[in-house]
């Protein structure tokens, strides 16, 4: 963040303004008057700010879907792998893990290599 020198220039007046009004209270307290306040006379003029710097954005890792996961899976073995496997590395129940591949097999991603065994396209 930068200041200009007319920023300060500013600033440095508007606080002497209050500094002397703050020492006329004073002295008004202590001769025993009732000090009268108004929001006029201790309101200070808002100086301008520069915009604020936005934060730069956070990259976002995708996480990856069952299905995702599933292929991983099947593509990181070149003689294929089973179900029984495939529950016990993702933790899906059986029928969680029939549908993922039944629809990859459907799409044509993995092929049958054989019951219950399947291997990447």
Sequence with gaps: MTISKKDLQ???KDVKALSRKMEK?????????????TAKSVKAKPTKRAPAKKAP?????AKLTATDKVLKIVMGRKKGVDTSTIM??????QKKVWAILLKA????????VDRGKYVGA
């Design 88 to 93: 016990a590395k993702t933790g899906f129940n």
């Design 105 to 112: 097999h459907k799409t044509g991603k993995i092929k049958r």
């Design 25 to 37: 209270l004073i002295k008004e307290f202590d001769k025993g008057k009732k000090a009268k306040v």
């Design 10 to 12: 500013a600033l440095n």
């Design 57 to 61: 954005a956070r990259k976002r890792t």
